[in-house]
Each structure stands twice: as structure tokens, then as C-alpha cells.
């Protein structure tokens, strides 16, 4: 079955170091998406793609960004982690215009 | 930047209560989604309304899309504690790009 897998699941990592967050789709989606879900706020988009070498920003883009080199993947890096940086993050992908989006199973990241 | 308005935060009720939850917004959307998430897991769709005025009914779950394509708002008639979990809608933008609400956490209560 295809599906959508994050890892980790869970980090810890200290304050200034990079962070990548992996995410791999396996339904050929060309959209995909990072949010970020932290009590209070709900869920707020990072990045999204449309498609390979297309990337853009979100509400909440700073000290994040992505890459897109081939349709399943889109890693997350964390430039260089901030307390404020900790948080749950999911990854997404959609087939197009008023599709489903698919969701993976979460990143709990803690910066220390 | 398009924003969605979702009401109430949070929501206790008694087993067998009918409740309303609302997601409004200055913004048109290309469609709108329902999605509920259970903890320590990823958002899951319940419904996707495209057209204004659009009602669709899921068992007890009954959703509606404003006329002018902005609002929206999810119904359960005779809430049950099955239907306890966190229910957030999503805006689509013009290109596919998800905005979603706050969510509403809903607590059914035996």
C-alpha cells in the first residue's frame, strides 16, 4: 500500500545545530507540505512543493527550509535549532486541486 | 495572507448532545476540507465541500459550505464518545497550498 513515512519519530538536539527531518511518499503525489503543530496555533505551513525543484514558503518559513530533488522526498532542515523551534512537525502530500492530502505520522522534535 | 477562523477552541458535551463547530474566514477557498486528528497521530480527511451551498452528510456528521465560499461548519447530531478527538478545517488555496484553522478539541463525555 502506498503510504507516507517521517523519521525520526522522535529528537533531541541542542541549540545552533542542524536539523534535517526526513519525508518520503510513496503515492507519487506532486504536492507536498511541512507544518508545524504547537498548542494554541493548530497547524501552520513551513514549506510546500508542487513538484520536483519547485519550493515555497509558508506563514512560518523562517530558520526552515526544504529541497525537492525527485517527487517522493522532501526533507525539512532546520538551519540551526532554536528553543523555539520545538514543536511536532508533519509532513503532507496531495494528489492536486481538492484532493486528500495524506498525512505522516509526526516529528517530535525537542531543541535543548 | 488567508486566514481560517475556527470556533469553538474547545467543546465538552454529554453523550447524545448535538454540537456545531464553525470555521469562517475573509477569504474564497477553491474547497474546503474537515479533517480529525487523535492524538499522537496525523490529521485524517472526513469531507471535502467545493461547491457554494454544498451540504454532505457522513453518518452523524453533517458539513456545509457557505454560499459565498469563505465559511463553514461541521454538525453532529447525538455526539458520541467515539467522536472525541480534535476536528480542524483547511482552507485550499488556488494552487493546492493547505491553510488550516486552530481546531477544535472535542470531548464527548459517557
Known amino acids: 500500500d502506498a503510504e507516507i513515512t517521517q523519521s525520526p519519530r522522535h529528537k533531541i538536539t541542542e541549540t545552533g545545530r542542524q536539523v534535517t527531518l526526513a519525508c518520503h511518499q510513496t503515492?507519487?503525489?506532486?504536492?507536498m507540505f511541512w507544518y508545524r503543530q504547537d498548542l494554541g496555533h493548530g497547524l501552520r505551513l513551513i514549506h510546500y512543493?508542487?513538484?520536483?525543484?519547485?519550493?515555497n514558503k509558508g506563514e512560518v518559513s523562517d530558520g526552515y527550509s526544504v529541497s525537492r530533488s525527485n517527487t517522493e522526498d522532501l526533507p525539512l532542515t532546520l538551519e540551526s535549532a532554536a528553543s523555539s523551534q520545538t514543536s511536532v512537525y508533519f509532513c503532507?502530500?496531495?494528489?492536486?486541486?481538492?484532493?486528500?492530502?495524506?498525512f505522516g505520522q509526526g516529528t517530535r522534535l525537542t531543541v535543548v | 495572507t488567508q486566514l481560517l477562523e475556527q470556533s469553538p477552541q474547545f467543546l465538552s458535551i454529554q453523550e447524545g448532545e448535538n454540537l456545531t463547530v464553525y470555521c469562517n474566514s475573509s477569504?474564497?477557498?477553491?474547497?474546503l476540507q474537515w479533517y480529525r486528528q487523535e492524538p499522537g497521530e496525523g490529521p485524517v480527511l472526513l469531507v471535502t465541500?467545493?461547491?457554494?451551498?454544498e451540504v454532505k452528510k457522513l453518518k452523524r456528521l453533517t458539513f456545509q459550505f457557505g454560499d459565498a465560499r469563505k465559511d463553514s461548519s461541521l454538525h453532529i447530531t447525538a455526539a458520541q464518545p467515539g467522536d472525541t478527538g480534535l476536528y480542524l478545517c483547511?482552507?485550499?488555496?488556488?494552487?493546492?497550498?493547505?491553510?488550516f484553522g486552530k481546531g477544535t478539541k472535542l470531548s464527548v463525555k459517557p
Open positions: 503532507a502530500s496531495k494528489r492536486g486541486l481538492g484532493t486528500e492530502a495524506f
Open positions: 483547511a482552507g485550499e488555496g488556488s494552487q493546492g497550498n493547505l491553510i
Open positions: 465541500v467545493v461547491t457554494g451551498g
Open positions: 512543493s508542487y513538484g520536483v525543484q519547485d519550493t
Open positions: 503515492w507519487n503525489h506532486n504536492n
Open positions: 477569504s474564497v477557498f477553491s474547497s
